[in-house]
């Protein structure tokens, strides 16, 4: 280690060694992806190599403008970490660092974070992160003076260029069509995928930094007289659900025993707005529809809830998953994660623990109709095992596992299944509990899921996906309406059907929402309502 101690390199040396060692070791996921659409004919394998020159030129050339001065050495540094960590997540569940994923994993809390740990995770960061990185600090830099550093770099930056033009030129006909062809390929690039999606979400966000003026809307929203019984609402938010899985709706295996004897309504065509959490649930509540959504707007703008409550509807939000991604900032809260709220916790709080909460905001709230959202934990993943209690499992031997490409196809699904069967049961206890509300009101139960799951076709998992290219599997999500009677708009839109086929968005449910409660505002479009009478 003398001569290395000893030897001092240049900048320029160091940044296009740590770019192929990225190339070479942080993107298995892209070249295994690329490999997939080619044969293995010297010419296409040739190009395969060329690709791999090419993405290190530049990430060179990209790289190198920030690299300078007292920066080098920390930003190298981060940009390994950035890379192992975005190397493990598409190696290991085949996702894309997308603006989704970012924001999902940003309000992660430590919880789900700790569900996603595993020795893999640690090994990947180590070895092609923390190895790397700490080679990077031990290295001694020379120091030129500004002249020549100007010169080397203007040197490496044209250097680069000329090798990504040489490329390009060698294999013309072969990029134009990988780019025509294969556009998605270019998201597993790394780490020039995760730098460019985190800087536009950076930008995005300070952009959203100068505060646009929140905005009321449905000022004119009156409720029209009541006729009958009050009506009492539960909104469920699922999780993770996907509408495939559900025997309500085809599926082969019997997911849905509780439902299928409380006379529900099934949608069986319903699309996401997106395929993440902190997406889907602030839009299915907004007034924006999925293609004018926009998370700045929705949070400085009235949702369907703020509505409602100024409306004269009490209106609650219960929470067992993370919180209510901004919905219910202005209505009334509880975090039904918390041990000392939710009383049926046993590796972690269920569900139906929520129901004690809806008991008590009934009995608190004489007056006027009620509508509580009850936000799930539902299936959400890596662990699906950990979604119900084990007594509860039905379908086995199921994935205990957050590396899911350990278990079998079989496993994942039996503990996925499992978990959607948990759901069932859970509805089922609302339904229950709504029913014993039918002597003082008008019950009903709206279940609507936040987006699906990717469960290993073709070698996905998880969700987050760019919504373009998403799978049905993320998108297309389970809708479930029970009532008891009392809504003469809905008896007569469904009368007596079990199933709907009608293509519906979670664009419907704003106004759904302000149909079933009957309230008028210029803002109701009946068009968008799922109950509305053609
Ligand atoms: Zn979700």
């Known amino acids: 280690m003398a001569w290395f101690t000893r030897r001092r390199f240049s900048p320029g040396t160091l940044i296009v060694a740590v770019a192929i060692w990225m190339v070479l070791f942080c993107n298995y996921s892209f070249f295994k992806n690329v490999l997939g659409v080619y044969s293995e004919s010297l010419r296409e394998l ?16 990209l790289l190198s403008p920030f690299l300078v001065g007292r920066a080098l050495k920390p930003l190298l540094i981060g940009i390994l970490l950035i890379a192992s960590m975005t190397a493990y997540f598409m190696d290991t569940y085949n996702v894309i660092v997308s603006s989704e994923l970012l924001e999902s994993g940003l309000q992660t809390d430590l919880a789900e974070s700790i569900g996603l740990l595993s020795w893999k995770l640690i090994l990947y960061l180590g070895l092609l992160g923390i190895l790397p990185a700490l080679l990077v600090y031990r290295t001694p830099i020379r120091v030129e003076p500004m002249r020549t550093a100007v010169l080397s770099r203007v040197k490496l930056f044209g250097g680069s260029l000329a090798v990504v033009l040489l490329m390009f030129g060698l294999f013309n006909g072969a990029y134009a069509s990988f780019f025509r062809e294969h556009k998605s390929l270019r998201f597993y690039t790394n780490p020039t995928t995760p730098i460019y999606t985190a800087i536009r ?9 100068n505060a646009i003026p929140y905005r009321q809307i449905g000022l004119d929203a009156t409720q029209e007289p ?38 529900v309504a099934s949608f069986d065509n319903v699309w996401s707005c997106g395929t993440a959490t902190a997406v889907s649930v602030p839009c299915m509540f907004s007034v924006l529809d999925r293609e004018h959504y926009s998370e700045r707007q929705a949070k400085a703008t009235d949702n369907v809830l703020d509505i409602l409550q100024r409306a004269g509807v009490n209106v609650a939000w219960l929470d067992n ?6 919905v219910a900032l202005r209505i009334p809260y509880v975090n039904y994660r918390d041990r000392d709220v939710n009383l049926v916790c046993d590796t972690e709080c269920r569900d139906v623990g929520m129901l004690a909460g809806v008991k008590e905001f009934v009995a608190m709230h004489p007056r006027g109709d009620i509508v509580i959202v009850l936000h799930q934990m539902g299936s959400h993943g890596p662990e699906y095992a950990k979604r119900y209690p084990e007594s509860q499992a039905f379908f086995a031997p199921s994935c205990h596992s957050n590396l899911l490409e350990s278990c079998s196809e079989e496993e994942i699904n ?16 609302v339904i229950d509990y709504l029913k014993s509300e039918a002597k ?15 469960l290993g076709e073709r070698g996905l998992f998880l969700h987050g996906f760019p919504y373009a290219l998403a799978p049905d599997a993320q998108k297309r999500v389970p809708m479930i309406f029970w009532s008891s009677g009392g809504y003469p708009r809905v008896e007569k839109k469904l009368s007596g059907k079990t199933s709907v086929h009608q293509k519906m968005s979670q664009d419907y449910l704003f106004h759904t929402l302000l149909g079933l409660m009957r309230i008028q505002t210029d ?8 109950f509305a009478n053609g």
């Open 46 to 61: 040739g190009f395969v190599a060329s690709l791999g020159i090419l993405i290190t030129a530049l990430t060179v050339l």
């Open 226 to 263: 009541a006729v009958g019984k009050r009506r009492l609402l539960v909104v469920v938010v699922g999780e993770t659900a996907r509408a495939d899985h559900f025997s309500l709706n085809g599926y082969d295996r019997n997911t849905n025993p509780m439902l299928a004897e409380h006379h």
């Open 523 to 530: 803002v109701y479009r009946p068009e968008l309502d799922a």
């Open 321 to 326: 998953n993370s919180d209510s991604k901004g």
């Open 414 to 429: 039996n503990a996925y299944d499992n978990s959607i069967r948990y759901t069932d049961y859970f509805l089922g206890q």
């Open 201 to 209: 979400y950076a930008s995005d966000k300070i952009g959203g930094g």
């Open 440 to 454: 003082s009101f008008s019950p009903a139960m709206l279940y609507l899921s936040d987006h699906g799951e990717s």
